[in-house]
Each structure stands twice: as C-alpha cells, then as structure tokens.
C-alpha cells in the first residue's frame, strides 16, 4: 500500500512538474516569436527557451535535464522547426550538458550557470548547424556563423542569465515548478 | 549492463529516434498533424495578442525618436499618393483595354488573382530558417505554396499551413530559390541567399547570369514566373553589386530585397482566382503565363 501511495504521489508530481515545464516552454515560445523580434540587438535574437533549458537542468541535475530538453524541443519543433526531432535533439544535449556541468559548479552562484549558458548556446548551435546542413544544406561556412552567429548570441546569453537565472532559481526554490493540490 | 552504460546506449537511442525522426518530417509536408493544428488553432490569438504588444511597443518608441523624420515622410508620402492615384486609374484603364485587345486577338487568357491581407503574429526566433507565421490559414482557403507580398514587394510563399494560421517561407531562406530577371534588361536567372556577404543577413544574390549579362548597380529584379509558384512580375529587390561567381564564368550580383523582412506587419497572400471571377469586378493582379 505504502508503495502503491509513494508511486501515485511520484507520479504526480511528475505530472505537475512536467506540465508546469510545457506551459513555461509555451509561454517562452509565444513570447520568442512575437515580443522578442522587435528587441532585437545587433542583428542578433536571444534564444529564451534554450536559456530556461539550461538554467532548470543546471538547478536539476542531469536527472531531469534530458526530459525537460525532449518537452522544450519538441514544442519547439511544433512552434518553428523545420522537422519534428529537430529542435528536441539540440535541446536534450543542451540540458543535458547543462545537467552534468551543474555537478561541478555551485548552482547558488550566478557565474556558474552564466559560463554553462555562454559554453552550452555554442553547442547547441554547432548541433542546428550541423543538422540544418546534413538534412537541407548550409549557405553560409562554418567560420562565418561562429563569428556572426554563435559568439555574439552566446555574449547576448551571458548577459541575459544575469538576470533570468535568479528568477528560475527564486521560482524553484518556491515550489513554482511542482504547485500543491491542496 | 552497468547504470552508466544503459544511460549512454539510452540517449543513444533517443539520438536516433530524433535523428529518423528529422529525416521522416523533414520533408513532404504541407500541412501541419493534427496535434500541432490543434496546438497552433489554440496559440494563433495569443501569439498575435503578443505581436500587437510588441509592435505598439517599437512603434511607441520609434515615433519618438524619429518623429520629425515621420512628419517629413508623411509630407512626401501625400504628395505621391496622390500622383499615383492618378496613375492607378490610367493603368485601370489600360488594363480593361488590354482585356479587349487580348480578346480580339485570340490570345490565351491571364491567370489572375485577388489578395488575402493577413496579419504576421510571430516570427521564427533562430537564424538558420527565414520563417513567418500568419493569421489565415486553410479556413481561409489558404494553401501550400501561394505567394505572400507586400506593397514593397515579393515576401515568401506559403510553407505550412494549419486552420487559422500558416507559416511562411521567406525569400532570405536558404532553403529555397526564386526564379527572377531583371526588368530593365530581362536577364533571366536564379535568387538565392548571400553567403557571407559583409555579415549583413538578409540580402540576396542573384546567380547563373551569362558573362554578357546586362545588369548594373540599382536595376530592379523581379519574379519570373517560372516554376509556377511565384506570378510574374513581383518585385523581388534592386542591384546593390554585380561580380563574377566563384569560378569566375558567370556573373552573379548582390541585392537589396524590396520588402523590409526585420519589419513586416501586414501581409497579402496571393489567390488564384478561378476563371469566372475574373468579370465580377474584383481588382486583381494579372501575371502572364
């Protein structure tokens, strides 16, 4: 019985967990298309999901990263993605990353989630070059997106978990991702 | 098998599932699943409640700063409105002579077409796809590969397409290729995505022009009407630079597109009309085939 009400219970805060983590990655993706697109700096557009990504599987650990990578990219597919699977590859990497890197660097700290966002928006945009370029070709050389694309959007993502990281931080640390039903 | 060994071979595996997945969806899609149509019937309002924000936000800001500069344009902008009204009417005019004439010669009939406005209520966040979603989608009578413009000029075509809203492919693309020619002196040839040209995105180049090509710096390139998603003569953008390709055989030139794809509100998506509209009225753009 005792089993029967520890797996209910498991079950359900995955369940709330995980529905709190699509309606945030829905919020995000609204938000990315349309407000975001009129801040643009530089020629350059932060990726907000790909930094919520990073920031919860750093609080949460490897465990949880590769599911919350799989929701994000796969919403994000439906939202933008040339394919499904396309965004949810690049995504479960990022997290995942993200995950194993918070092993070894204080998640109480805001440098150690800005380093990991700055390292892991190289990877994850170094897996959609890859990808955009096996599946359907790329115009544009390696090099040139590194120093166009990938370093000033890594920067731009530096700055930005200065202040975004606190908020998801605050918002575990009150619960905000696994609300009671009492 | 030890934990961490099931942990590698199960991401993995994910790998590969996505990876099928990519090379399964990727292609021969016109239509969004059902789920996805769902979400996106449900996301649409919101995702255009959003944009309206953002516009009024950037359009609040930006008439600050650049109010004299609005009142100057505003000015000038009178001025040739009224001069084209003018213009409007004679090429009116024309155009039903142009009917007569047609019809008096035998001549094959114009494919002609109405255009749908539609709102653009997101835009495609990453750098590697050029897309737009709008507000009308195949409860509009929408379809896949119908031509989206502006007042400036061509946009895109219709990409994906759910209930009330659709995703639109844009020219700066680089999936994608438009056939064009120069309207002055009808050089055909091919649109394409520059490729590290001065790190400025968005610009396009025009390729597979002969050595004797003539095109020079501020001609106007427009659509060619070939390969039957594009009508004929939309503007497509003007010559900012004209060189020779890599191997140095044939010409190739950089342009600036007509439409401002950082700042597009309203859009037209371009219907076919069936034959028999064509005399009730209706203004529409001809294209000859």
């Given at each position: 019985m005792?089993?029967?009400?520890w797996?209910?219970?498991?079950?359900?805060n995955h369940?709330?967990?995980?529905?709190?983590i699509i309606i945030s990655?829905?919020i995000i993706m609204?938000i990315q298309?349309?407000?975001?697109?009129?801040f643009?700096v530089?020629?350059?557009?932060p990726?907000l999901?790909l930094?919520?990504?990073?920031?919860l599987?750093?609080i949460?650990?490897d465990?949880?990263?590769?599911m919350?990578?799989i929701?994000a990219?796969?919403?994000?597919?439906v939202f933008?993605g040339p394919?499904?699977g396309?965004?949810?590859?690049?995504?479960?990497i990022a997290?995942?990353l993200?995950?194993?890197?918070s092993h070894?660097?204080?998640?109480?700290?805001i440098?150690?989630p800005m380093?990991?966002?700055?390292?892991?928006?190289?990877?994850?945009?170094?897996?959609?070059?890859?990808l955009?370029?096996?599946?359907w070709?790329?115009?544009f050389?390696f090099?040139?997106a590194?120093?166009k694309?990938?370093?000033?959007?890594?920067?731009?993502?530096f700055i930005?978990?200065?202040?975004?990281y606190p908020?998801?931080y605050r918002?575990?640390?009150?619960?905000?991702f696994?609300?009671?039903?009492? | 098998?030890?934990?961490?060994?099931?942990k590698?071979?199960?991401?993995l595996?994910?790998?590969i599932l996505?990876?099928?997945?990519?090379?399964f969806?990727?292609?021969?899609r016109?239509?969004y699943t059902?789920a996805?149509d769902?979400?996106?019937t449900g996301?649409?309002?919101?995702?255009g409640?959003f944009?309206?924000?953002?516009?009024?936000?950037?359009?609040?800001?930006?008439?600050i700063?650049?109010y004299?500069?609005?009142?100057?344009e505003?000015k000038?902008?009178?001025i040739q409105?009224a001069?084209r009204e003018?213009?409007h009417?004679?090429?009116l005019?024309l155009?039903k002579?142009?009917?007569?004439l047609?019809e008096?010669?035998?001549f094959?009939?114009?494919?002609?077409?109405?255009?749908l406005p539609?709102e653009?209520?997101a835009?495609?966040?990453?750098?590697?796809f050029e897309t737009?979603?709008?507000?009308k989608?195949?409860?509009?009578g929408v379809?896949?590969?119908?031509?989206?413009?502006?007042?400036s000029?061509?946009?895109?075509?219709?990409?994906?397409v759910?209930r009330?809203?659709s995703r639109?492919?844009?020219l700066t693309d680089s999936r994608?290729?438009v056939?064009?020619?120069?309207?002055?002196?009808?050089?055909?040839g091919f649109?394409?995505i520059v490729?590290?040209?001065?790190?400025k995105k968005g610009h396009?180049?025009?390729?597979?022009?002969?050595p004797?090509a003539n095109?020079?710096?501020g001609?106007?390139v427009i659509?060619?009407?070939?390969?039957?998603?594009f009508p004929?003569?939309l503007v497509?953008?003007?010559?900012?630079?004209?060189?020779?390709?890599?191997?140095?055989?044939?010409?190739?030139a950089?342009?600036i597109?007509?439409v401002?794809?950082?700042?597009?509100?309203?859009v037209?998506?371009v219907?076919?009309l069936p034959?028999e509209?064509k005399?009730?009225?209706?203004?529409?753009?001809p294209?000859?085939?």
């Amino acid at each position: 019985m005792k089993v029967k009400r520890w797996f209910l219970l498991r079950n359900k805060n995955h369940f709330t967990l995980y529905l709190s983590i699509i309606i945030s990655t829905i919020i995000i993706m609204v938000i990315q298309g349309s407000l975001m697109t009129f801040f643009i700096v530089s020629g350059v557009i932060p990726d907000l999901l790909l930094i919520m990504v990073v920031c919860l599987a750093f609080i949460w650990g490897d465990k949880r990263a590769i599911m919350i990578g799989i929701i994000a990219g796969f919403i994000q597919d439906v939202f933008w993605g040339p394919a499904i699977g396309f965004f949810c590859l690049a995504k479960m990497i990022a997290a995942l990353l993200a995950g194993l890197a918070s092993h070894e660097i204080y998640r109480d700290q805001i440098i150690g989630p800005m380093i990991t966002v700055f390292f892991v928006t190289f990877v994850h945009e170094i897996i959609v070059f890859s990808l955009t370029g096996f599946f359907w070709g790329n115009t544009f050389s390696f090099y040139f997106a590194l120093e166009k694309f990938f370093l000033p959007r890594a920067v731009y993502h530096f700055i930005l978990t200065m202040f975004l990281y606190p908020l998801f931080y605050r918002a575990e640390q009150h619960n905000f991702f696994y609300p009671s039903f009492k | 098998m030890n934990q961490t060994t099931r942990k590698v071979m199960g991401i993995l595996g994910l790998i590969i599932l996505f990876l099928s997945l990519i090379f399964f969806t990727g292609k021969f899609r016109s239509r969004y699943t059902f789920a996805e149509d769902l979400i996106m019937t449900g996301l649409s309002p919101v995702q255009g409640f959003f944009s309206q924000i953002g516009l009024r936000t950037s359009t609040f800001f930006q008439g600050i700063v650049d109010y004299e500069r609005v009142l100057e344009e505003n000015k000038k902008l009178k001025i040739q409105l009224a001069a084209r009204e003018n213009v409007h009417y004679q090429l009116l005019e024309l155009q039903k002579e142009n009917y007569r004439l047609r019809e008096m010669l035998g001549f094959k009939e114009r494919t002609e077409y109405s255009l749908l406005p539609a709102e653009v209520i997101a835009r495609d966040p990453s750098y590697w796809f050029e897309t737009i979603t709008i507000n009308k989608g195949y409860a509009d009578g929408v379809e896949k590969d119908m031509a989206v413009v502006t007042s400036s000029g061509l946009v895109g075509n219709v990409m994906l397409v759910s209930r009330n809203s659709s995703r639109v492919l844009m020219l700066t693309d680089s999936r994608r290729a438009v056939s064009a020619l120069v309207q002055r002196s009808r050089e055909p040839g091919f649109i394409g995505i520059v490729e590290g040209y001065p790190g400025k995105k968005g610009h396009l180049r025009i390729i597979n022009l002969p050595p004797e090509a003539n095109i020079q710096p501020g001609d106007t390139v427009i659509s060619s009407g070939l390969g039957g998603v594009f009508p004929k003569g939309l503007v497509i953008g003007h010559v900012l630079q004209v060189g020779k390709d890599q191997y140095g055989l044939l010409q190739q030139a950089i342009i600036i597109p007509a439409v401002n794809f950082n700042r597009l509100e309203e859009v037209f998506i371009v219907v076919e009309l069936p034959p028999e509209k064509k005399d009730e009225g209706e203004e529409v753009v001809p294209s000859e085939e």
